[in-house]
Every structure is written in C-alpha cells, then in structure tokens.
C-alpha cells in the first residue's frame, strides 16, 4: 500500500537531513512524526520514524551524562525466532533460574542478589515455534545498566519478575517500573494507540515466581493491589517447575504475531517451520517476510484455513489469519 504523504513531510524530512545536530534532527524528526498519517498504510514509516526518534533522544540523553557515564559498548542481542522477550525485575527474583527452565541457556543462579551482569539469551521451544528470551542484570534504584535501555528498545515485549518470597518483592518490582520509566521504557499491558514517540512502551507480562514460599499468597495479594492491575499475571515456581506450560503459551501471546504456512504449487504445506508476522497482517507482509523482494513483487495468493477460504484466490492486500496454509503467487 502507497502511502501519501503531504507536502509539509517532505519539508520536514528535508530538514531533518540537513540537521547538524542531533537536536536540530530530533525536532525535524518530531515534526514528521505530527504530520505523518497514521493508518494502516504509514505502520512502517510509523515505526521507522519512532525507532528515530527514540534513539536520537537516548542519544541525546546520554550525551548530556557526559562520556563516563555513557553506555560502554552495547551489547545487541541479534533477534531469533517469533519474538525477543527480555525478563526484567529485581535481584535474586528468579530470573535466571526460569531462562534455565525455559530455554538451553545455563546462566549463573545463585542464592545472592546481582548474579547476572551480563545479558544471557536463550530460544524456548513453543508447540511449533520458537520465541528468544534475554536473561537481563537486576534492576534497583542505584543499579541500572545502561545497555538495558538499548536492548528493551529492540525487544518485542517483557517479563516482569515479582519475587513472591520476599517481603520486599512487591516493592522491589515497583522500582523496576519507575526505573525504566527513568529511561523512557514503559512497561503497559497494551500499547497505546496515540503513543508517545520519544518514548518506547513495551508489552509487559508479570510474572510472580516462587509460589512455593508458605507466606507467596499474602505477598501475592499485596502484589496484586499495587501492580497486579497493570498487567496480565501468571504465578509459577520456576524451582518446582509449576505453570510453565501457561506461561509459555502467555508469553508467545504477549508477541501479538499468527502463523503462517507456507507451500508451493503442488506440492504439501510446510508445515514444519511456519512464518510469523504481526497478527493483522497481509499476503504482501507475509510475502516480505519470505523475502525481501517479495513484499513489492507479491501479486496474488491462494489461501487455505481461515473459514470460507479453501484454495480461494486472494489480492496481496488480503488479511490473513492465524495457521492459514499460503501459497504466494509472484
Ligand atoms: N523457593 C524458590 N527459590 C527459587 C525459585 N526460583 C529461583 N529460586 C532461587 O532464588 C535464587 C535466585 O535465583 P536467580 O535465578 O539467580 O535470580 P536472578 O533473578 O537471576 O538474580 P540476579 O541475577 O541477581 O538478578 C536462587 O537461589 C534460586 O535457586 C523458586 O521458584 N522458588
Ligand atoms: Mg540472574
């Protein structure tokens, strides 16, 4: 889909590429971002524009803390599979330990706060797909790793962690929220439709973890009058191995994407190693996930699953739904 974009845009973007410094950029950049239609058409110039703006603002913010306290190197987490979810929360909680449950990975659990320094990721098997979660350093008012400002931008959504065996967790994990707050992350059960753009908002589940302490009820009910509200919660113990298959199922759902399976003419679907893409999306945003060139080149497709559709032919702008079989005609 074309997208028309006024006059002034243009004009705005052209200052944004004369800009010399990165606050003449950003307010070029802010500019476009008010005048850019926003409708299906504009997600992607959308969501370029807001990666923009957010890391000229970082960028910015960093600058003004001086070169010692800017981030040291940046630790990028190439994304993998269906999704990047990062677990967040406060030391000791349990991180860790469920990434060791979840996935492959073997960070350091230990029975002492501020084990983990570094970020860790590993890939959890989710029926036919596979979802990256990043083990993360703890996070308290007077610890916060500046690259995790940088990793929480490129992820797709959040665990939060909740240590239902401390008396402190609730409030342990309030910090965690306002922290990054600080940072201009912030955690929301759904992302706005008028989000702010210099701030990056983050699909966030909570996770109470140690269910198996005796007193985890009480500090539960606490928890859920505080925070419980502000997001979806599921309550495990990652030492005992309890919940896990419903959080597993919740957090591939915190990612918002659909299945796709793709096949060639004559032949059987590949029904082994599906696509995904945001729930929503279109054959031509499949086609684009495919490949590349494909997005432009897509023309039509045959489509099977989705109700009334059982090899039908369909335009590239036609909406798929999730476990449809697809066969993309370019
Ligand atoms: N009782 C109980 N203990 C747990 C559970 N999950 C983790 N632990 C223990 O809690 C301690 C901390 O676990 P970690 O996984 O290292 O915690 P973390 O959140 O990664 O800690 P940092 O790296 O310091 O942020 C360890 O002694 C774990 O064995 C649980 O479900 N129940
Ligand atoms: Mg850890």
Same mark, same amino acid.
């Given at each position: 889909m074309a997208v028309n974009l006024p006059p002034q845009y243009h004009d705005a973007e052209a200052r944004y590429k004369k800009g010399r410094t990165p606050e003449e950029k950003l307010a070029a950049l802010r500019e476009m971002w008010v005048i850019l239609p926003k409708h299906k058409a504009s997600e992607k110039v959308q969501a370029d524009l807001k990666t923009k703006i957010s890391e000229l603002t970082d960028e910015i913010e960093q600058a003004k803390l001086g070169p010692k306290k800017a981030a040291p190197g940046s630790f990028k987490i190439p994304k993998q599979g269906a999704g990047q979810v990062v677990f967040l929360g406060p030391?000791?909680?349990g991180k860790s330990r469920l990434i060791t449950r979840l996935t492959k990975a073997t960070p350091t659990v230990a029975a002492?706060?501020?084990?983990?320094?570094e970020p860790v990721p590993g890939m959890m098997d989710y029926e036919d797909v596979r979802v990256q979660l990043v083990d993360l350093p703890p996070i308290t008012a007077d610890l916060y790793e500046p690259f995790i400002t940088d990793i929480t931008r490129g992820a797709d959504a959040a665990v939060l962690f909740l240590d239902l &065996?401390? *008396?402190?967790g609730p409030a342990a994990t309030q910090v965690v929220i306002d922290r990054l707050k600080e940072a201009r992350r912030v955690l929301v059960r759904e992302i706005p439709?008028?989000?702010?753009?210099?701030t990056y908002s983050l699909r966030t589940l909570l996770v109470g973890n140690k269910?198996?302490?005796?007193a985890a009820d009480i500090r539960l009910e606490i928890a859920q009058e505080a925070i419980g509200v502000q997001f979806p919660l599921v309550v495990i113990s990652a030492e005992q191995g309890t919940g896990l298959d419903a959080l597993r199922k919740e957090i591939y759902n915190l990612l918002g994407v659909m299945r796709i399976y793709t096949k060639l003419p004559g032949k059987p679907p590949d029904m082994a190693s599906p696509f995904t893409c945001p729930i929503g999306s279109s054959v031509a945003e499949l086609a684009g996930r495919v490949h590349k060139e494909f997005e432009e080149g897509v023309k039509s497709a045959r489509v099977w699953g989705?109700? &009334?559709? *059982?090899?039908q032919t369909v335009g590239r702008d036609h909406i798929l739904r999730d476990k449809d079989v697809v066969e993309l005609h370019l």
């Open positions: 030391p000791n909680a002492y706060p501020f084990t983990t320094r &065996a401390d *008396d402190d439709a008028d989000d702010d753009p210099t269910a198996d302490d005796e989705s109700g &009334a559709f *059982d090899g």
